[in-house]
């Protein structure tokens, strides 16, 4: 089985999930949440590195890299200057399970790179590389046309893994991850959802039933 590393970028605590409309401490809270539960999907089938300019992060337990410069295409470019096979994964996906992670990294392995879309279908959540210097990160609106044309294997089709899709900008899409079942930390993060079972992200569910008190909070100070 290949052995990946899994780079996670991390933005800065106090600005990530800006797009998100809840209060700072609470959105930080979630950011937090969201990480732990995608870093503990990762470490159940692979190597997890944090790049990050945020020395806070070094709390999630996980080696921490420094980020070249600040953005997002920044961080995943020190990945792909890693030793490969390396692979770039958003820190956003509270539903993820290991297994389709594992999934996804299992039909990467053919590929020199290759990409997974986000749910809606126009971003990437998931960038892996088998061949060293291959991944060319291109994150943004409509990175998964950029990713195809700049020669990834689009895996997305071949796959079941809609944890893995479900990327968080909004508290709609919250309330979709919620629906799928988020980690626990996310879980517990989240007042209105019960603390998940042990067991980690693949072991939680979040029945949808609970989702009526999910609100759009106006985003304060
Ligand atoms: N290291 C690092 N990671 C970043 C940076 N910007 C975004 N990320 C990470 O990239 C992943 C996807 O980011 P986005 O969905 O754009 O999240 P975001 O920038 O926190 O969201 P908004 O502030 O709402 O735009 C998440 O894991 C972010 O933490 C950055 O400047 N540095
Ligand atoms: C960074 C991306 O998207 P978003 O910021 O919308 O999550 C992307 O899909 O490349």
Same mark, same amino acid.
């Given at each position: 089985m290949t052995a990946w590393t899994v780079w996670v970028p991390a933005k800065p605590r106090a600005t990530a999930k800006s797009r998100l409309a809840l209060p700072p401490a609470r959105r930080a809270a979630l950011v937090e949440a969201m990480l732990r539960d995608v870093l503990a999907a990762v470490a159940a089938v692979a190597r997890p590195v944090v790049v990050t300019a945020d020395p806070y992060w070094r709390c999630l337990g996980a080696p921490v890299r420094a980020e070249p410069a600040p953005g997002l295409n920044a961080a995943a470019s020190a990945a792909a200057s890693a030793d490969?096979? #390396? *692979?770039?994964?958003? /820190?956003?996906?509270?539903? $993820?399970? !290991? @297994?389709?992670?594992?999934?996804? =990294?299992?039909? +990467?392995?053919?590929?020199?790179?290759?990409? #997974? *879309?986000?749910?809606? /279908?126009?971003?990437?959540? $998931?960038? !892996? @590389?088998?061949?060293?210097?291959? =991944?060319?990160? +291109?994150?943004?609106?409509?990175?998964?046309?950029?990713?195809?044309?700049? /020669?990834?294997?689009?895996?997305?089709?071949?796959?079941?893994?809609?944890?893995?899709?479900?990327?968080?900008?909004?508290?709609a899409d919250l309330r979709a991850a919620v629906a799928l079942g988020v980690g626990p930390a996310t879980a517990q993060a989240w007042p209105d959802a019960p603390a998940a079972a042990s067991g980690g992200a693949a072991a939680s569910a979040m029945p949808a039933e609970r989702l009526g008190p999910l609100r759009d909070v106006p985003a304060s100070g």
């Open positions: 490969s096979p #390396v *692979a770039v994964l958003v /820190g956003d996906l509270p539903a $993820l399970r !290991a @297994a389709e992670l594992a999934s996804a =990294l299992e039909l +990467a392995a053919a590929h020199p790179w290759a990409l #997974v *879309a986000d749910a809606a /279908g126009h971003g990437t959540t $998931l960038l !892996a @590389a088998t061949a060293p210097g291959c =991944l060319r990160p +291109a994150f943004g609106a409509r990175s998964r046309l950029r990713h195809r044309a700049a /020669g990834a294997a689009d895996l997305t089709a071949r796959l079941s893994a809609p944890g893995l899709r479900r990327d968080v900008d909004t508290l």
